[in-house]
């Protein structure tokens, strides 16, 4: 079961937790996951808060010893950040933080996020769950994710019915996840060399996150 605030109602991140801690069933059968929010927030410039469009990073770490009450921490992929390294960096943090915390088990999980490129990236800078709708409206193709229509005069032929195209994507996708998952499993024990697809892109994303995290 997941928390979620009403996009109007941005309350500050403890206020989150709070909410989330009481609304979720305390039980053993059930996987408690907050997911994480943008605040209103003063500027000081206005006379009223505003909204902000990202989640608060640093009020998240400040309140990480509170994670203890969930099972899973969530974010939303545009959410997160502004561009894909900062993205990157920031998932990178709360990773740290959640390590520190003695929580490395606990998972990240990404909403809006499970396509061919994004998917690896926010993987290796310390992310493990991603969903999406992706898979369902373009197709995977090559390390790319491209119109379904596209994937059709590529692979299955121009006159292949509309219908038939859209669960032949769906089911190649499937297996295209299945593969790109044993990948990024690869990686905790080979290291780039397990990704088939833009390894190069992912290794170099990675050490950009690295050394701005080191600074």
């Not at 109602?9 to 937790?17: F, H, L, S």
């Not at 993987?123 to 379904?148: E, P």
């Not at 994507?169 to 290291?191: A, H, I, P, Q, S």
């Amino acid at each position: 079961m997941i928390s979620y605030d009403h996009p109007d109602d941005r309350v500050p991140t403890a206020e989150q937790i709070t909410r989330a801690d009481e609304m979720l069933p305390k039980k053993d059968n059930i996987f408690r996951e907050i997911l994480f929010k943008p605040e209103r927030s003063p500027t000081g410039k206005e006379p009223e808060p505003i909204d902000s469009a990202r989640v608060n990073i640093k009020a998240i770490i400040s309140n990480i010893g509170k994670m203890t009450r969930f099972h899973a921490l969530g974010v939303t992929e545009k959410e997160i950040g502004g561009n894909v390294k900062e993205r990157m960096f920031n998932i990178a943090r709360i990773r740290c933080a959640l390590n520190e915390a003695g929580l490395d088990q606990m998972p990240i999980h990404v909403f809006g996020s499970l396509d061919t490129v994004s998917t690896p990236l926010y993987f290796v800078a310390g992310a493990d769950v991603f969903d999406g709708l992706t898979w369902l409206r373009f197709a995977y193709y090559k390390g790319m994710t491209i119109y379904q229509q596209n994937y059709s005069a590529l692979q299955l032929g121009i006159d292949m019915k509309a219908h038939l195209v859209d669960a032949k994507c769906c089911f190649d996708n499937y297996r295209y996840m299945k593969e790109l998952e044993r990948e990024m499993r690869g990686y905790l024990k080979v290291g780039f060399s397990s990704f088939r697809y833009h390894k190069d892109l992912i290794e170099r994303a990675c050490q950009a996150v690295l050394e701005e995290t080191e600074t």
